[in-house]
């Protein structure tokens, strides 16, 4: 199988790249923003199934184990993985799969309340092995308070979910009723 493809971007379509290495262009699914022309690394995971043989890319090794970790929950295909991660980022994904954010999971394409309750169910205890690393702490229990707290004021969740990661990570110990104002200003401060 293949495990990793280095080459230029010759063509961008939807989802997927044509990767040329060696003179060969190999037609790659990704999540990845990636430019024409640009040299890229790609991790590969290779999926057959009766009628098809795809390729997937990511740029890195915790990309590729996530895709296999989604795409490992009953009615999460590659499609859907893709989907997923195409939408919110890995952090994001990961924090929101440990916190048990259904609304994060579900703001992807395909993905209703039920399927983002399901990858919960059977990813959580998941998130703490070797292939997942959080750094610090993110998924304490300020989070989900300071993401409610901004969404009751009108904020979208996808807007506002990396810079209230980053507040509750810098803020370990801060209460919920502190980092409100300190979300406020950052947010008037864009």
Same mark, same amino acid.
């Given at each position: 199988m293949i495990g990793k493809l280095q080459?230029?971007?010759?063509?961008i379509g939807d989802g997927f790249v044509i990767l040329m290495v060696g003179g060969v262009g190999y037609k790659v699914y990704t999540p990845e923003i990636l430019t024409l022309k640009s040299p890229v690394s790609l991790w590969i995971e290779t999926i057959v199934r009766e009628d098809s043989l795809r390729l997937f890319g990511f740029s890195t090794i915790a990309g590729q184990n996530l895709f296999n970790q989604l795409t490992t929950v009953s009615g999460v295909g590659p499609k859907v993985a893709l989907a997923i991660m195409g939408t919110i980022k890995t952090d994001t994904l990961m924090s929101a799969i440990a916190t048990g954010d259904a609304k994060t999971i579900a703001t992807a394409p395909g993905?209703?309340?039920?399927v983002a309750e399901k990858i919960i169910v059977e990813l959580k205890n998941k998130m703490g092995g070797g292939n997942?690393?959080?750094?610090?702490?993110?998924?304490?229990?300020?989070?989900? +308070?300071?993401?409610?707290? !901004?969404? *009751?004021?009108?904020?979208?969740?996808?807007?506002?979910? +990396?810079?209230?990661?980053? !507040?509750? *990570?810098n803020n370990p110990n801060m209460d919920v009723s502190k980092l409100v104002p300190m979300a406020l200003k950052e947010i008037s401060s864009k």
């Open positions: 080459g230029v971007i010759d063509y993905v209703g309340k039920k997942f690393d959080f750094g610090n702490d993110i998924a304490g229990g300020a989070l989900p +308070d300071l993401l409610a707290a !901004l969404e *009751s004021l009108g904020y979208k969740r996808m807007d506002i979910i +990396d810079m209230a990661q980053k !507040l509750v *990570s």
